[in-house]
Every structure is written in structure tokens, then in C-alpha cells.
């Protein structure tokens, strides 16, 4: 049981940074309709500014955070205004392979400023485990869920108290109204991409604080998985992203420990598409039949 | 003349085209002006352009986005290479290669019909993410059964692969569906992208046409990734990565969905544009150049190089009679 609840806990703590990332998918995906490819890579820049930051500049944990946040909101506002803005009209695939073109581009950009070897991430966070009768919580693990609650909880107020929230909105229901009712559209959209962005930046500041390494192409895979998150909770739905998160986390925690570490990966996929199957639009995703 | 002898010509012109540039090709590899290293290159432009025009048929013709095109591949590779090392017949080499061929991309046509089954409740964005899933899931299945190799891969599969059983197989290939997509069943697909509630309300059988696009798609690149086994001689499971979907999908999209001239020029023009900038000493910036290229691309001609349009040889040539001789009746 001891050990159940041990890795439940390890399950919450992957969850909760699958579940911060997939908010940035879900969230451009909500208002754009558009798969953006370099959020992965935004996770990235997130990691590699923390770790020039504390590996570098030797910065406190919390200004490094605030400081990588901000420079990946503006990454994610530049990406949208330079990349993805030209193509809105344009077919959505087009916008797509944009999407994976930024993304191929931020890694190779990375690649070449810091080489390809991974770097040695320095562990600013004592990692002492609390001993909670028998259960063991790393203080890294108490950070990220803290931190993840506080990020989801200040976004849903943001959505739905502020009148930013209620634009982003506007413009994910309607486009076309919102912009007949006054909403700078484009700068709405721009705002997205920024809070998408600095929370992706704070769940890869999570992940490499899980496994202390830098890379350039360390996003790919969390960024995919925090996608199958995304779409699993229904992709545009923010609660489902969060739920997605934590339901993928703690499904990957368990198959390792209980089933396989090997077939983690295989068991994580065949779960998405049975839930698709299931019902096709994610777990919390409407159910909307196509008029003619 | 009447239609029938124009297209009676137009299959004449096209089949002096093809041996025209075979011929090319072995003229200029006999005389030592492509060597063993361009080659190589070509034989792997042609395995990419049997990969881009078969996702074309499911991304440009059926209009469904499909990211999991290499786990097709890694079936066919797989299952050509299991063929070719286990089943010792003494038979000549390109006929075991191309009963092995055969074998690999059968079994990924039976994993495209069965990735094809969800189709029938999914659409858009969730089918692209169902098959990226279903791609990742081959991978990480190859990499972990210890009879295909695991994590080493399969070595020693002998080099089969040439340049003259490529050539035939792409041409056959894009042949085939050619054929296929100018037949009824090529113009039913065409109704299911344009609008799938219109099409549907005809009669035509949407459900069985998205599967059989999806199980022809899903050979041709088992066919294809067989070709590739049989020429790297080593596959392993990261061969067939997510990185190479992508790579598939960017030859469609660069050379016009929907067309499949324009997937095999997005094939031989972003085969051979890393090479030319490693000869340019600018090697580091070359993924980097392919990137912003890709983008800018996507910026100013979002439709692609071809759009959905396809490169004709006779109407070419008319054009090219045309301009020549002034007096010419103009193409019809």
C-alpha cells in the first residue's frame, strides 16, 4: 500500500508537468486550431535559460524562474507574430508544418549555440526526502506540485475573472464576432501564446529539475507525451488538459512499477487511443455531431 | 484526333520519358559521373519518394493528416528483412528482394487497416494524434521484442537494394496510383476530402474508401521501408522515429498536397538540399537553413511548390510545340 501510494506520488509529480505543458498546447489549440509543434522546444528554451541561470549566472531558483518564464513568453509572442500569424487564413496544415518547421528550427538554433552533448544540469534543490510514515517525498516533488497548483490555479482565475480571460474566450468561441465586438484578436492570440509559453517554461524547469540534464532535443519527448495529455483530455479544454496531465502521469508511473518500464511508453499510446475510441473527443471533450 | 489516341500518345510520351531519364541515369553511372556516393544519395531520394507519394495519398488525396508514417515503414523494413535473412530459397537476389518486399508491405497494409478502423469515428486533429500514437507504439513494440533485434536493430540483411530495382518499383508505384486516383474510386476519395457529408449523401462508401486509402498508403511505404533495410543493410528501432513521419509529411506539404509530381519534387529537392549545403562548408547551419527555408516557404507559397496541381509531360511538350511552331493548334 506504502508503495501504491509512493507511486502515486512519483505519478502526480511527472503528471503535474505533462499536465502544465499540455495547458500550452491546449490553450493555442483552443484558440487558433493549430498543433504548435514548438511548444516542446519552448519547454526546451525554458530549461536551457534556467540552466544558464543557475549553472551560469548563479542566480537564486526563484528570480531564474521568473526570468526564463518572461523570456519564453517572449519567445512564444515573437514565434506567433513571426511565423504563425502570416499563415491564420491560410490552410491549417500549412500553419502545421510552420509549427514543425519553428520547431526544427529552435533545436537546431540550440544545437549550434550550445552543442549537441547533454549538460550537466547542478542541483540547486537539496533533494532530502521528507519521511511521511514510510512514504518518502523528495522536496523537488513537493516544489512542482506546489508550483503546478499555483500556476493552473492563477490561470483558471485569469480565464474566467479577468476580461484578458474573457477575450481569449471571445476569440477561441468566434473569431470573427469577438473582432465585431472590439477584441484585438491578434493581441488576444499574442497573450496566449505568451502564458502558454511561460507555463511551459515552468514544467520544463520542472523536468530538468526531475532528471538534472539539458539538451536540444529534451522537448521532443515530453513535449509529445504532454500532448497525448492534451488530447486525451479533450485538446482546447483547459480543466481537461490538467486532468489529461495527471491522468497520463500517474498511468505512466504505474505500468513502470507495476507492469513494465520497457512497454511504459506502448501501454501510455494504446490508452489514448482506446480513450479515443471510446469517445472520440477526449475525456471532457463535447460531443458535437456535424450539421450540414 | 480523337481522346483516345491523344491519350494513347500521352502514355507513349511519358513511357519514352521514363526511359529517357533511366537511361540518363545509367549513362552518366557508367561513365563514373555519379558516383558510388551520389549513388547512395539517389537510391535514397527514391525510397523518399515512394514515402511522399504514398502519404500523399492519405494526406493529399483523402485529406486526413497522418504522423505515423514511419511505423509503417519499420513494419515493412522489419518484416522484408525477417523474410530475406530467414527464408533461404536460393533464389536470385532482386526476385527474393521483391518476394520480401511483398511479404513487408502486406503485413503494414493489414496495420493500415487496422489503424484504418478508427477512422470510422475519428476525424482531424484526434486521427493525426491517433496515428503519431499508433507509430510510437510500433517503435517502442519493435524495441522491446527480442526476436526483431531490440534495441540493436537487424544487421547483415544483404544489400539488394540497387539502382535498377528502385527506378522500376518508384515508376510502378506511381504508376499505380496515378491509376488509381484517375479511376472511380481516386474521384470518390477526391469527394471524401472535399466535403465527407456531401459524398456520403451520393452513395459513396466513405467508411470503405478511407481504410482502402489507408491500407494502399500503408503498403507502398511497407514497400518502401523494405527498400531501405535492403539498402542500409542495419535497421534499428530509432530509424523509424517520429522525426521521420515528420519528415515525410514536410516532402508532401513542400512539394503541394495532392499532388503527386509535387511529392516527388519536395522528395528529391529536400533529399538533396542538405547534401549541397554540406559541400558548401556551411555543414552546422544545414538543419538549421532547411528550417527557416521550410518556414519562409510556408510564409509566402503556402500551398506548396505544385499546389494541387501535376507536372504533365505532354501538356510540356504541347506547350513547348506550341511556342515553337506559332502557327500550332493550341493545347486543348
Known amino acids: ?292 | 484526333m480523337d481522346k483516345n489516341s491523344i491519350s494513347r500518345l500521352g502514355h507513349l510520351e511519358n513511357t519514352i520519358g521514363i526511359f529517357i531519364i533511366f537511361g540518363i541515369m545509367i549513362a552518366l553511372m557508367n561513365a563514373g559521373m555519379i558516383n558510388r556516393y551520389h549513388q547512395g544519395i539517389i537510391i535514397v531520394i527514391f525510397i523518399n519518394i515512394i514515402l511522399a507519394t504514398s502519404l500523399n495519398f492519405i494526406t493529399g488525396c483523402l485529406g486526413e493528416l497522418a504522423l505515423g508514417h514511419a511505423g509503417f515503414m519499420a513494419i515493412g523494413a522489419y518484416t522484408a528483412s525477417f523474410v530475406t535473412l530467414n527464408m533461404n530459397l536460393g533464389l536470385p537476389g532482386t526476385v527474393q528482394l521483391i518476394i520480401s518486399l511483398l511479404l513487408g508491405g502486406l503485413l503494414a497494409g493489414i496495420f493500415g487497416i487496422i489503424i484504418g478502423i478508427p477512422v470510422l469515428r475519428l476525424e482531424g486533429d484526434y486521427l493525426a494524434i491517433t496515428t503519431l500514437g499508433f507509430g510510437e507504439m510500433i517503435r517502442v513494440a519493435i524495441f522491446n521484442l527480442d526476436f526483431l533485434g531490440g534495441a540493436r536493430g537487424i544487421f547483415g540483411i544483404p544489400r539488394l537494394t540497387n539502382f535498377n530495382v528502385i527506378f522500376w518499383i518508384t515508376v510502378i508505384i506511381i504508376f499505380v496510383l496515378f491509376r488509381i486516383i484517375r479511376s472511380r474510386h481516386g474521384r470518390a476519395i477526391l469527394a471524401i476530402r472535399e466535403n465527407v457529408i456531401a459524398a456520403e449523401s451520393v452513395g459513396i462508401p466513405t467508411v470503405f474508401y478511407k481504410i482502402f486509402t489507408f491500407a494502399i498508403s500503408a503498403f507502398i511505404a511497407g514497400v518502401g521501408g523494405g527498400l531501405l533495410a535492403h539498402y542500409l543493410t542495419i535497421i534499428d528501432p530509432k530509424t523509424f522515429n517520429f522525426a521521420y513521419s515528420i519528415d515525410i509529411l514536410i516532402f508532401v506539404v513542400l512539394g503541394g498536397m495532392g499532388s503527386f509530381t509535387g511529392a516527388v519534387i519536395g522528395a528529391i529537392i529536400l533529399t538533396i538540399m542538405p547534401e549541397f549545403l554540406r559541400v558548401g562548408g556551411i555543414q552546422e547551419y544545414r538543419f538549421l537553413i532547411k528550417a527557416i527555408l521550410l518556414i519562409i516557404l510556408m510564409i509566402f507559397r503556402p500551398k506548396g511548390i505544385l499546389g494541387r496541381a501535376e507536372f504533365s509531360l505532354v501538356q510540356t511538350l504541347e506547350f513547348i510545340k506550341c511556342k515553337i511552331f506559332k502557327n500550332a493548334k493550341k493545347p486543348t
Open chain 1, 1 to 292: 500500500m506504502m508503495l501504491f501510494i509512493q507511486h502515486m506520488i512519483s505519478g502526480l509529480n511527472v503528471g503535474s508537468i505533462y499536465a502544465l505543458i499540455a495547458l500550452g498546447y491546449t490553450m493555442v489549440y483552443g484558440i487558433v486550431r493549430l498543433i504548435n509543434f514548438a511548444h516542446g522546444d519552448i519547454l526546451m528554451m525554458g530549461a536551457y535559460f534556467a540552466f544558464i541561470g543557475i549553472a551560469i549566472v548563479r542566480l537564486p531558483f526563484w528570480i531564474v524562474l521568473i526570468i526564463s518564464m518572461a523570456l519564453c513568453a517572449i519567445a512564444g509572442m515573437l514565434i506567433d507574430r513571426i511565423a504563425y500569424r502570416p499563415l491564420r487564413d491560410a490552410h491549417r496544415l500549412s500553419a502545421l508544418i510552420t509549427a514543425i518547421g519553428m520547431s526544427l528550427f529552435l533545436e537546431n538554433l540550440f544545437l549550434i549555440l550550445f552543442g549537441a552533448e547533454p549538460k550537466k544540469m547542478p542541483m540547486i534543490i537539496k533533494s532530502v526526502p521528507i519521511q511521511i510514515s514510510g512514504i518518502q517525498i523528495t522536496y523537488i516533488t513537493v516544489i512542482t506540485l506546489a508550483l503546478s497548483i499555483v500556476c493552473m490555479v492563477a490561470l483558471d482565475q485569469l480565464v474566467n475573472r479577468t476580461k484578458t480571460g474573457k477575450a481569449m474566450r471571445a476569440v477561441s468561441e468566434d473569431k470573427d464576432a469577438s473582432k465585431l465586438m472590439g477584441i484585438n484578436v491578434n493581441k488576444t492570440i499574442g497573450i496566449t501564446f505568451a502564458i502558454g509559453s511561460a507555463l511551459g517554461a515552468v514544467g520544463g524547469i520542472l523536468f530538468v529539475m526531475a532528471y538534472p540534464q539539458v539538451n536540444p532535443y529534451m522537448g521532443m519527448m515530453p513535449g509529445l507525451k504532454a500532448f497525448v495529455a492534451a488530447v486525451l483530455g479533450g485538446i482546447g479544454i483547459i480543466p481537461g488538459a490538467m486532468l489529461g496531465g495527471y491522468v497520463l502521469g500517474i498511468v505512466e508511473s504505474l505500468t513502470r512499477a507495476y507492469i513494465s518500464s520497457r512497454w511504459a511508453d506502448f501501454i501510455v499510446f494504446s490508452i489514448l487511443i482506446i480513450v479515443l475510441l471510446v469517445k472520440p473527443t477526449g475525456i471532457l471533450g463535447k460531443n458535437g455531431r456535424e450539421k450540414v
